[in-house]
Protein backbone atom coordinates (compact mmCIF):
# COMPACT_ATOMS: atom_id res chain seq x y z
CA UNK A 1 0.00 0.00 0.00
CA UNK A 2 1.54 2.83 -0.64
CA UNK A 3 2.45 6.16 1.66
CA UNK A 4 -0.65 8.45 -0.06
CA UNK A 5 -3.58 5.59 0.53
CA UNK A 6 -2.11 4.87 3.90
CA UNK A 7 -2.41 8.84 5.15
CA UNK A 8 -6.06 8.63 3.48
CA UNK A 9 -7.26 5.96 5.98
CA UNK A 10 -5.93 6.71 9.43
CA UNK A 11 -7.18 3.83 12.23
CA UNK A 12 -7.41 5.37 16.09
CA UNK A 13 -5.96 2.82 18.16
CA UNK A 14 -7.69 2.76 21.78
CA UNK A 15 -6.65 1.28 25.26
CA UNK A 16 -7.57 -1.92 23.65
CA UNK A 17 -5.51 -2.22 20.98
CA UNK A 18 -8.15 -2.97 18.59
CA UNK A 19 -8.73 -0.01 15.58
CA UNK A 20 -11.37 1.13 14.71
CA UNK A 21 -13.26 1.52 18.09
CA UNK A 22 -13.69 4.23 20.09
CA UNK A 23 -13.39 3.12 23.76
CA UNK A 24 -16.82 2.76 25.24
CA UNK A 25 -18.26 5.09 27.82
CA UNK A 26 -20.14 3.30 30.90
CA UNK A 27 -24.19 4.30 30.88
CA UNK A 28 -25.29 6.28 34.17
CA UNK A 29 -28.51 5.09 34.77
CA UNK A 30 -30.57 8.16 37.01
CA UNK A 31 -31.66 6.99 40.02
CA UNK A 32 -35.74 6.68 40.44
CA UNK A 33 -37.28 8.75 42.84
CA UNK A 34 -38.27 8.02 45.90
CA UNK A 35 -41.68 6.20 46.80
CA UNK A 36 -44.38 8.48 46.75
CA UNK A 37 -42.30 11.68 45.78
CA UNK A 38 -44.07 11.30 41.95
CA UNK A 39 -47.43 10.84 43.28
CA UNK A 40 -47.00 13.95 46.32
CA UNK A 41 -46.03 16.33 43.45
CA UNK A 42 -48.35 15.16 41.33
CA UNK A 43 -51.03 15.80 44.09
CA UNK A 44 -49.39 18.75 45.50
CA UNK A 45 -51.98 21.84 46.30
CA UNK A 46 -50.56 25.50 46.27
CA UNK A 47 -52.48 27.87 48.84
CA UNK A 48 -50.94 30.62 48.56
CA UNK A 49 -48.88 33.27 46.10
CA UNK A 50 -46.86 35.60 47.39
CA UNK A 51 -46.94 37.37 44.21
CA UNK A 52 -50.41 38.36 44.34
CA UNK A 53 -51.49 41.78 46.79
CA UNK A 54 -52.71 40.74 50.15
CA UNK A 55 -56.43 41.83 51.04
CA UNK A 56 -55.86 44.17 53.73
CA UNK A 57 -59.62 44.28 54.41
CA UNK A 58 -60.41 40.24 54.23
CA UNK A 59 -61.98 39.13 57.56
CA UNK A 60 -62.00 35.82 58.60
CA UNK A 61 -64.60 33.08 58.14
CA UNK A 62 -67.00 31.97 60.96
CA UNK A 63 -70.69 30.69 61.31
CA UNK A 64 -71.78 34.21 62.42
CA UNK A 65 -70.49 35.63 59.55
CA UNK A 66 -71.22 32.93 56.91
CA UNK A 67 -75.23 32.95 58.00
CA UNK A 68 -75.41 36.67 57.45
CA UNK A 69 -77.50 37.58 54.81
CA UNK A 70 -75.31 40.95 54.15
CA UNK A 71 -72.52 38.68 53.93
CA UNK A 72 -73.69 37.20 49.90
CA UNK A 73 -71.42 38.66 47.42
CA UNK A 74 -67.92 39.07 49.62
CA UNK A 75 -65.20 36.90 50.65
CA UNK A 76 -63.87 35.46 53.66
CA UNK A 77 -60.88 34.25 54.49
CA UNK A 78 -59.13 31.21 56.21
CA UNK A 79 -57.25 31.31 59.33
CA UNK A 80 -54.35 29.27 59.84
CA UNK A 81 -55.49 26.92 62.33
CA UNK A 82 -58.56 26.26 60.00
CA UNK A 83 -56.22 26.05 56.87
CA UNK A 84 -54.44 23.13 58.99
CA UNK A 85 -57.36 21.49 59.79
CA UNK A 86 -58.85 21.42 56.19
CA UNK A 87 -55.57 20.77 54.08
CA UNK A 88 -55.31 17.56 57.01
CA UNK A 89 -59.12 16.36 55.92
CA UNK A 90 -57.82 16.96 52.30
CA UNK A 91 -60.65 19.00 51.49
CA UNK A 92 -58.96 21.18 48.79
CA UNK A 93 -59.00 20.05 45.15
CA UNK A 94 -56.24 21.00 42.65
CA UNK A 95 -58.86 22.95 39.95
CA UNK A 96 -60.21 25.34 42.55
CA UNK A 97 -57.86 27.98 41.68
CA UNK A 98 -56.40 28.46 45.46
CA UNK A 99 -52.56 28.97 44.16
CA UNK A 100 -53.63 32.85 42.57
CA UNK A 101 -54.18 34.42 45.76
CA UNK A 102 -52.02 35.55 48.30
CA UNK A 103 -54.20 33.97 50.57
CA UNK A 104 -57.26 31.68 50.72
CA UNK A 105 -60.66 32.97 50.93
CA UNK A 106 -64.20 31.39 49.77
CA UNK A 107 -67.16 33.55 48.41
CA UNK A 108 -70.07 33.63 50.32
CA UNK A 109 -73.16 32.95 48.19
CA UNK A 110 -76.66 32.38 48.92
CA UNK A 111 -75.87 28.28 49.25
CA UNK A 112 -73.52 29.29 51.94
CA UNK A 113 -76.16 31.48 53.65
CA UNK A 114 -78.84 28.66 53.68
CA UNK A 115 -76.34 26.02 54.89
CA UNK A 116 -74.60 28.34 57.64
CA UNK A 117 -78.33 28.85 58.91
CA UNK A 118 -78.46 24.88 59.12
CA UNK A 119 -75.30 24.69 60.84
CA UNK A 120 -76.29 27.39 63.25
CA UNK A 121 -79.67 26.11 63.89
CA UNK A 122 -77.87 22.80 65.52
CA UNK A 123 -75.82 24.50 67.32
CA UNK A 124 -78.18 26.60 69.32
CA UNK A 125 -80.57 23.25 69.43
CA UNK A 126 -80.31 21.53 72.98
CA UNK A 127 -78.19 18.36 73.06
CA UNK A 128 -81.26 16.16 73.41
CA UNK A 129 -83.20 17.65 70.49
CA UNK A 130 -80.46 18.49 67.85
CA UNK A 131 -82.13 17.78 64.57
CA UNK A 132 -80.30 15.74 61.61
CA UNK A 133 -80.23 17.75 58.12
CA UNK A 134 -79.62 15.45 55.34
CA UNK A 135 -78.61 17.35 51.92
CA UNK A 136 -77.48 16.41 48.29
CA UNK A 137 -75.22 18.88 46.56
CA UNK A 138 -75.77 18.46 42.52
CA UNK A 139 -74.98 21.29 40.03
CA UNK A 140 -73.09 21.92 36.12
CA UNK A 141 -69.25 20.98 35.98
CA UNK A 142 -67.05 23.54 38.34
CA UNK A 143 -70.14 25.41 39.39
CA UNK A 144 -68.83 25.11 43.06
CA UNK A 145 -70.42 21.75 45.00
CA UNK A 146 -66.58 21.21 46.43
CA UNK A 147 -66.26 24.32 47.64
CA UNK A 148 -69.31 24.56 49.48
CA UNK A 149 -68.61 21.17 50.98
CA UNK A 150 -65.21 22.64 52.22
CA UNK A 151 -67.29 25.80 53.76
CA UNK A 152 -69.42 23.51 55.55
CA UNK A 153 -66.62 21.67 56.84
CA UNK A 154 -64.97 25.00 57.75
CA UNK A 155 -68.52 25.61 59.92
CA UNK A 156 -68.25 22.73 61.29
CA UNK A 157 -64.60 23.25 62.47
CA UNK A 158 -65.11 26.75 63.80
CA UNK A 159 -68.24 24.94 65.63
CA UNK A 160 -66.32 21.80 67.53
CA UNK A 161 -67.97 19.76 65.96
CA UNK A 162 -66.58 15.75 64.62
CA UNK A 163 -65.94 16.01 60.87
CA UNK A 164 -65.94 12.67 58.90
CA UNK A 165 -64.99 12.84 55.47
CA UNK A 166 -64.78 11.33 52.41
CA UNK A 167 -62.86 13.40 49.53
CA UNK A 168 -63.52 11.26 46.98
CA UNK A 169 -65.58 8.69 46.30
CA UNK A 170 -64.05 6.91 44.09
CA UNK A 171 -61.45 5.52 45.48
CA UNK A 172 -63.67 3.13 47.20
CA UNK A 173 -64.87 1.68 44.30
CA UNK A 174 -62.08 1.68 41.71
CA UNK A 175 -60.23 -1.53 42.74
CA UNK A 176 -57.12 0.10 43.47
CA UNK A 177 -57.07 -0.40 47.44
CA UNK A 178 -57.03 -3.94 49.50
CA UNK A 179 -60.58 -5.53 50.41
CA UNK A 180 -61.63 -8.39 52.13
CA UNK A 181 -65.13 -9.87 53.27
CA UNK A 182 -66.49 -8.85 56.52
CA UNK A 183 -66.85 -11.69 59.34
CA UNK A 184 -69.67 -13.65 59.46
CA UNK A 185 -70.84 -12.49 62.58
CA UNK A 186 -71.56 -8.76 61.81
CA UNK A 187 -72.77 -9.40 58.47
CA UNK A 188 -76.60 -9.87 58.86
CA UNK A 189 -77.57 -8.59 55.60
CA UNK A 190 -79.11 -11.02 51.98
CA UNK A 191 -75.38 -9.78 50.15
CA UNK A 192 -72.25 -10.50 51.76
CA UNK A 193 -70.67 -7.31 53.21
CA UNK A 194 -67.13 -6.41 52.46
CA UNK A 195 -64.37 -3.70 54.01
CA UNK A 196 -61.42 -2.12 52.87
CA UNK A 197 -58.63 -1.97 55.36
CA UNK A 198 -56.61 0.48 53.90
CA UNK A 199 -59.29 3.19 53.22
CA UNK A 200 -60.06 2.92 56.71
CA UNK A 201 -57.36 3.75 58.02
CA UNK A 202 -56.91 6.37 55.69
CA UNK A 203 -60.26 7.55 57.16
CA UNK A 204 -59.08 7.20 60.36
CA UNK A 205 -56.25 9.62 60.19
CA UNK A 206 -58.27 12.33 58.08
CA UNK A 207 -60.60 12.04 60.85
CA UNK A 208 -57.95 12.17 64.02
CA UNK A 209 -55.51 14.94 62.94
CA UNK A 210 -58.14 17.05 61.60
CA UNK A 211 -60.42 16.68 64.80
CA UNK A 212 -57.65 16.04 66.89
CA UNK A 213 -58.42 18.86 69.72
CA UNK A 214 -61.79 17.68 69.95
CA UNK A 215 -60.87 14.17 70.18
CA UNK A 216 -58.48 15.16 72.79
CA UNK A 217 -60.96 16.13 75.37
CA UNK A 218 -63.62 12.74 74.80
CA UNK A 219 -63.17 10.34 76.82
CA UNK A 220 -64.28 6.23 76.18
CA UNK A 221 -67.44 5.68 77.81
CA UNK A 222 -68.19 2.22 76.77
CA UNK A 223 -66.55 -1.23 76.70
CA UNK A 224 -63.87 -1.55 73.70
CA UNK A 225 -64.51 -5.48 72.48
CA UNK A 226 -61.71 -7.77 74.25
CA UNK A 227 -58.14 -7.68 72.03
CA UNK A 228 -58.77 -5.03 70.58
CA UNK A 229 -56.10 -2.56 71.41
CA UNK A 230 -52.82 -3.42 72.85
CA UNK A 231 -52.83 -0.71 75.46
CA UNK A 232 -55.33 1.04 77.33
CA UNK A 233 -56.88 3.92 74.91
CA UNK A 234 -57.48 7.14 77.29
CA UNK A 235 -59.02 9.41 74.94
CA UNK A 236 -61.06 9.10 71.80
CA UNK A 237 -57.86 10.40 69.60
CA UNK A 238 -56.02 7.30 70.81
CA UNK A 239 -58.67 5.04 69.34
CA UNK A 240 -58.43 6.76 65.93
CA UNK A 241 -54.56 6.85 66.07
CA UNK A 242 -54.36 2.86 66.80
CA UNK A 243 -56.93 2.46 63.94
CA UNK A 244 -54.75 5.03 61.43
CA UNK A 245 -51.35 3.37 62.58
CA UNK A 246 -52.75 -0.42 62.88
CA UNK A 247 -55.09 -1.10 58.82
CA UNK A 248 -55.82 -4.71 60.08
CA UNK A 249 -57.75 -3.63 62.63
CA UNK A 250 -59.35 -0.39 61.32
CA UNK A 251 -62.14 -1.78 60.58
CA UNK A 252 -63.53 -2.77 64.66
CA UNK A 253 -61.65 0.47 65.54
CA UNK A 254 -64.00 2.69 63.25
CA UNK A 255 -67.52 0.81 64.53
CA UNK A 256 -66.32 1.08 68.11
CA UNK A 257 -65.40 5.06 67.63
CA UNK A 258 -68.71 6.11 65.59
CA UNK A 259 -70.46 3.97 68.73
CA UNK A 260 -68.87 6.66 70.97
CA UNK A 261 -69.29 9.69 68.91
CA UNK A 262 -73.03 8.98 68.81
CA UNK A 263 -73.57 8.97 72.37
CA UNK A 264 -75.27 11.47 74.28
CA UNK A 265 -73.50 14.13 74.95
CA UNK A 266 -71.29 14.12 72.61
CA UNK A 267 -70.93 16.56 69.81
CA UNK A 268 -72.60 17.13 66.27
CA UNK A 269 -70.91 15.09 63.23
CA UNK A 270 -70.42 16.26 59.99
CA UNK A 271 -70.24 13.40 57.61
CA UNK A 272 -69.25 14.45 54.21
CA UNK A 273 -69.31 12.85 51.12
CA UNK A 274 -67.85 14.21 47.47
CA UNK A 275 -68.60 12.51 44.83
CA UNK A 276 -71.61 10.42 45.69
CA UNK A 277 -72.21 9.11 42.67
CA UNK A 278 -69.88 6.25 42.53
CA UNK A 279 -71.28 4.54 45.00
CA UNK A 280 -75.20 4.25 43.36
CA UNK A 281 -73.88 1.50 41.41
CA UNK A 282 -71.48 -1.17 40.93
CA UNK A 283 -67.52 -1.28 41.72
CA UNK A 284 -64.75 -2.56 40.51
CA UNK A 285 -64.19 -5.11 42.75
CA UNK A 286 -65.15 -9.11 42.36
CA UNK A 287 -65.70 -11.48 45.17
CA UNK A 288 -64.41 -15.05 45.07
CA UNK A 289 -67.02 -16.35 42.62
CA UNK A 290 -65.54 -13.52 39.77
CA UNK A 291 -68.96 -11.95 39.81
CA UNK A 292 -68.65 -8.01 40.65
CA UNK A 293 -69.09 -6.54 44.06
CA UNK A 294 -71.80 -3.85 44.49
CA UNK A 295 -70.60 -0.35 45.97
CA UNK A 296 -73.22 -0.67 48.45
CA UNK A 297 -71.79 -3.81 49.59
CA UNK A 298 -68.98 -1.84 51.18
CA UNK A 299 -69.92 -0.98 54.55
CA UNK A 300 -77.16 7.69 62.32
CA UNK A 301 -76.59 10.72 63.97
CA UNK A 302 -78.34 10.17 67.68
CA UNK A 303 -76.47 13.53 68.05
CA UNK A 304 -77.79 15.60 65.34
CA UNK A 305 -75.41 16.98 63.22
CA UNK A 306 -75.20 17.10 59.02
CA UNK A 307 -74.64 14.54 56.14
CA UNK A 308 -73.77 16.73 53.30
CA UNK A 309 -72.87 15.00 49.62
CA UNK A 310 -72.08 16.29 46.67
CA UNK A 311 -71.99 14.96 43.25
CA UNK A 312 -69.30 15.24 40.37
CA UNK A 313 -70.08 16.26 37.01
CA UNK A 314 -66.55 15.75 35.87
CA UNK A 315 -65.86 12.18 35.74
CA UNK A 316 -69.37 11.30 36.50
CA UNK A 317 -70.86 7.55 36.15
CA UNK A 318 -73.73 6.71 34.22
CA UNK A 319 -76.28 5.01 36.58
CA UNK A 320 -79.78 5.85 35.37
CA UNK A 321 -81.48 4.46 38.84
CA UNK A 322 -79.31 7.21 40.61
CA UNK A 323 -80.83 10.11 37.96
CA UNK A 324 -84.22 8.82 38.81
CA UNK A 325 -83.83 8.61 42.58
CA UNK A 326 -82.40 12.38 42.62
CA UNK A 327 -85.55 13.36 40.27
CA UNK A 328 -87.77 12.01 42.63
CA UNK A 329 -86.35 13.32 45.99
CA UNK A 330 -86.17 16.97 44.19
CA UNK A 331 -90.16 16.24 43.74
CA UNK A 332 -90.88 15.21 47.26
CA UNK A 333 -89.00 18.71 48.94
CA UNK A 334 -91.39 20.77 45.97
CA UNK A 335 -94.21 19.02 47.49
CA UNK A 336 -94.85 16.61 45.38
CA UNK A 337 -96.41 13.37 46.25
CA UNK A 338 -95.65 9.30 44.62
CA UNK A 339 -99.59 9.32 43.98
CA UNK A 340 -99.19 12.67 41.87
CA UNK A 341 -99.04 11.57 37.98
CA UNK A 342 -96.21 14.19 37.69
CA UNK A 343 -94.13 12.27 39.97
CA UNK A 344 -90.72 11.31 38.14
CA UNK A 345 -90.90 7.56 37.65
CA UNK A 346 -89.00 5.21 35.31
CA UNK A 347 -89.28 3.61 31.69
CA UNK A 348 -91.72 0.85 31.81
CA UNK A 349 -89.24 -1.65 31.09
CA UNK A 350 -86.03 0.08 32.11
CA UNK A 351 -83.75 -1.73 33.98
CA UNK A 352 -83.12 -0.70 37.71
CA UNK A 353 -80.42 -1.48 40.13
CA UNK A 354 -83.04 -2.00 43.35
CA UNK A 355 -80.43 -1.32 45.85
CA UNK A 356 -80.42 2.16 44.45
CA UNK A 357 -84.03 2.60 43.85
CA UNK A 358 -85.22 0.97 47.02
CA UNK A 359 -83.72 4.14 48.76
CA UNK A 360 -86.45 5.89 48.01
CA UNK A 361 -88.39 4.20 50.75
CA UNK A 362 -85.70 4.79 53.74
CA UNK A 363 -86.39 7.81 56.20
CA UNK A 364 -83.38 8.76 55.56
CA UNK A 365 -83.64 9.57 51.60
CA UNK A 366 -87.04 10.95 51.77
CA UNK A 367 -86.09 13.65 54.05
CA UNK A 368 -83.14 14.46 52.33
CA UNK A 369 -82.85 17.81 51.07
CA UNK A 370 -81.23 18.65 47.00
CA UNK A 371 -79.30 22.12 46.82
CA UNK A 372 -78.69 22.77 43.38
CA UNK A 373 -75.60 24.42 42.44
CA UNK A 374 -76.52 27.16 39.83
CA UNK A 375 -74.53 30.00 38.66
CA UNK A 376 -73.36 33.20 40.49
CA UNK A 377 -75.37 36.46 40.37
CA UNK A 378 -74.44 39.63 39.28
CA UNK A 379 -74.17 40.73 43.13
CA UNK A 380 -71.79 37.60 43.60
CA UNK A 381 -69.78 38.01 40.11
CA UNK A 382 -68.93 41.54 41.19
CA UNK A 383 -67.69 40.76 44.94
CA UNK A 384 -65.78 37.79 43.41
CA UNK A 385 -64.00 40.19 40.51
CA UNK A 386 -63.61 43.08 43.15
CA UNK A 387 -61.51 40.47 45.40
CA UNK A 388 -59.23 39.68 41.68
CA UNK A 389 -58.79 43.33 41.49
CA UNK A 390 -57.94 43.94 44.88
CA UNK A 391 -55.33 40.88 44.67
CA UNK A 392 -54.01 42.66 41.79
CA UNK A 393 -54.90 39.70 39.31
CA UNK A 394 -57.75 41.68 37.19
CA UNK A 395 -56.52 44.35 35.13
CA UNK A 396 -59.38 46.37 34.28
CA UNK A 397 -61.65 48.41 36.37
CA UNK A 398 -64.63 46.67 37.78
CA UNK A 399 -67.57 48.17 35.67
CA UNK A 400 -71.03 47.34 35.20
CA UNK A 401 -70.29 46.27 31.68
CA UNK A 402 -67.41 44.04 32.79
CA UNK A 403 -69.32 42.37 34.98
CA UNK A 404 -72.21 41.55 32.75
CA UNK A 405 -69.59 40.51 29.73
CA UNK A 406 -67.71 37.86 31.77
CA UNK A 407 -70.88 36.64 33.54
CA UNK A 408 -72.69 36.31 30.15
CA UNK A 409 -69.28 34.33 28.87
CA UNK A 410 -68.97 32.46 31.87
CA UNK A 411 -72.65 30.63 30.86
CA UNK A 412 -74.79 32.83 33.54
CA UNK A 413 -72.03 33.11 36.24
CA UNK A 414 -70.13 29.74 36.28
CA UNK A 415 -67.50 30.11 38.64
CA UNK A 416 -65.19 28.05 37.32
CA UNK A 417 -65.44 29.78 34.02
CA UNK A 418 -65.71 33.08 35.69
CA UNK A 419 -62.07 32.78 37.11
CA UNK A 420 -60.56 31.15 34.01
CA UNK A 421 -61.83 34.20 32.23
CA UNK A 422 -61.50 36.79 34.49
CA UNK A 423 -57.66 35.89 35.53
CA UNK A 424 -56.25 33.02 33.74
CA UNK A 425 -57.03 33.74 30.18
CA UNK A 426 -54.36 36.19 28.29
CA UNK A 427 -56.00 36.61 25.32
CA UNK A 428 -56.92 39.87 22.91
CA UNK A 429 -60.10 39.94 22.07
CA UNK A 430 -59.35 42.12 18.82
CA UNK A 431 -57.13 38.85 17.94
CA UNK A 432 -59.48 37.00 18.07
CA UNK A 433 -62.54 38.16 16.57
CA UNK A 434 -62.67 37.69 12.95
CA UNK A 435 -63.05 40.19 10.55
CA UNK A 436 -63.91 37.64 7.40
CA UNK A 437 -66.62 39.51 5.18
CA UNK A 438 -66.27 42.72 6.56
CA UNK A 439 -64.67 45.70 4.60
CA UNK A 440 -61.88 45.45 6.52
CA UNK A 441 -61.15 42.05 5.87
CA UNK A 442 -61.95 42.70 2.36
CA UNK A 443 -59.15 44.72 2.14
CA UNK A 444 -56.64 42.80 3.96
CA UNK A 445 -57.79 40.23 0.84
CA UNK A 446 -59.91 37.41 3.69
CA UNK A 447 -62.16 37.35 1.26
CA UNK A 448 -65.86 38.41 0.78
CA UNK A 449 -68.71 36.33 2.12
CA UNK A 450 -71.25 34.73 -0.21
CA UNK A 451 -74.61 33.45 1.23
CA UNK A 452 -74.87 30.12 -0.83
CA UNK A 453 -78.49 30.61 -2.30
CA UNK A 454 -75.92 32.77 -4.57
CA UNK A 455 -73.30 29.99 -5.09
CA UNK A 456 -73.78 28.68 -9.23
Not at 95 to 107: D, E, I, K, V
Amino acid sequence: MSASLCARFKYRVTDGGSPGRDKRQRRTVPSLPAVGERKAARTRIVLSNTNALPVRDLENMSVANLADEARVGSLLGLDDELLEQLRDAKLFKRGQNWSLFHRPATLVRRETVELGRVVQQINEAADSARPVARQLITGARQSGKSVLLLQAASMAYTSKWVVVDVPDAIDHVNNHHSYGPLDASEDNGPHRLYVQPSLTAGLLSRLVYSNEAVLQALQPQTTPPDGLFAKPANTLADVAHYGADHPAQSWPVFTYLMTELTQPGRPPLLVAIDGLDHWMGPSHYRNSDYDIIHAHQFTLLPNGGLVLAATTASNNPIFPTFSILLQQIAALNDGLQPSSPLFPLPAPYQKLDTRVSSLLDTTTAANATITRMHGLSKPETRGLLDYFAKSGLLRDAVSDNLVSELWALAGSGNVGDLCKLAVRARVDASKVLTTFGTSEGIRRGQGEHIPKSAWK
